[in-house]
């Protein structure tokens, strides 16, 4: 069979690299397609990739593995949607494109959804695999163990707090935080990690840059896969975004700024001035670690590491039971737009 690894954004990498592993240890056909954009991002060059559309269509794919929201219609495989996080609440997340066949979902939080909007749509497939970038979690959760150690070690810290907000205009808790965060660098046992995601405001990407280079107890990472991050981190400060889960699933407190989910489970705070008073109480005391147990067992409940064995399995079976599509049939605006989406005339 041949496999197409789909890639839009650079947070697609560690989402695919575990699956990309399974195809080659069952020495299968694979290529990474990916947009103009990575092409000084992409960290696998040694492996079998291409930035041309018309490559990936002559590929002739029996299937694609998509992290994102949208793939070419017209490609052949079973267009395959394996997500890109875990924030059921953020809009768009269960919105049907009708540009998959199937969707490979994380847990029964997910599943449960989708499932009852195939009723209507009855066009996809639903099966229930957990999410591959978690893989690491079963396998190598202490892979980072002295990387921390030598960074706690190096900056006199004994915490390590990781901030992640989301991108999104409407959610993110950049610009609220900031001055909080100045103030909490001021404890200098805690040592703070930023990462921002690649869509991020420019001006707030300055300004904490600036944070950074002021001081010694903050770093600013650039590394794209934000998984060595969530493995080292001690406490996570976000918002409304799906990096919350993730952590979250490692058993380790976190702290949001109004976060719109409808069921919080964690430490939300409403005001910015309540941070420094919230990190300290939660690496103390840490009180929602009861809570913790139902969003493992909801949203992610595979420890084994082998949800990316389960997606390619789930594949091979679809393509069993029902074949491989040519293309995929799409009403036509929105044919139109993946043909200008993907610059195809």
């Not at 309540?274 to 139902?294: G, S, T, W």
Request: glycine share 4%; aromatic share 12%; hydrophobic share 35%.
């Amino acid at each position: 069979m041949k496999f197409v690894l789909f890639c839009q954004y650079p947070y697609a990498f560690g989402i695919l690299e575990p699956i990309m592993q399974v195809l080659k240890e069952r020495k299968q056909d694979y290529l990474w397609f990916l947009t103009e954009n990575l092409k000084e991002s992409f960290p696998f060059q040694d492996e079998p990739h291409t930035f041309d559309l018309e490559k990936l269509v002559s590929y002739n794919s029996d299937a694609i593995f998509c992290p994102g929201n949208e793939v070419p219609h017209y490609v052949r495989g079973v267009k395959t949607q394996i997500f890109h996080g875990l924030a059921g609440e953020k809009k768009g997340h269960f919105k049907i494109r009708h540009y998959f066949d199937l969707y490979l979902t994380q847990g029964p939080f997910f599943t449960r959804r989708f499932n009852r909007m195939r009723r209507r749509h009855r066009n996809y497939e639903v099966v229930e695999t957990g999410w591959p970038k978690l893989d690491i979690y079963g396998k190598k959760a202490d892979k980072y163990n002295s990387d921390k150690a030598t960074l706690l070690e190096k900056h006199k810290a004994s915490k390590m707090i990781l901030y992640a907000p989301t991108f999104s205009p409407s959610l993110t808790s950049g610009s609220f935080l900031l001055k909080e965060l100045e103030k909490l660098v001021q404890k200098k046992d805690y040592l703070i990690l930023i990462k921002f995601h690649d869509k991020m405001a420019a001006e707030l990407i300055q300004q904490y840059r600036k944070l950074a280079a002021d001081n010694k107890n903050v770093i600013f990472e650039e590394e794209p896969n934000i998984v060595k991050f969530l493995l080292m981190a001690d406490l996570l400060i976000s918002d409304t975004s799906s990096v919350v889960y993730e952590f979250l699933l490692l058993d380790k407190p976190v702290i949001t700024f109004r976060n719109n989910s409808e069921n919080i489970l964690w430490s939300d705070i409403k005001d910015a001035s309540q941070l420094q008073q919230a990190v300290e109480k939660n690496l103390q005391q840490d009180p929602y670690r009861e809570e913790r147990k139902e969003v493992i067992s909801s949203y992610h409940p595979y420890s084994d590491g082998k949800s990316a064995e389960r997606m390619v399995d789930a594949v091979e079976q679809y393509i069993a039971e029902h074949g491989v599509p040519e293309r995929r049939r799409l009403p036509f605006l929105r044919r139109r737009k993946m043909n200008r989406m993907f610059r195809r005339k």
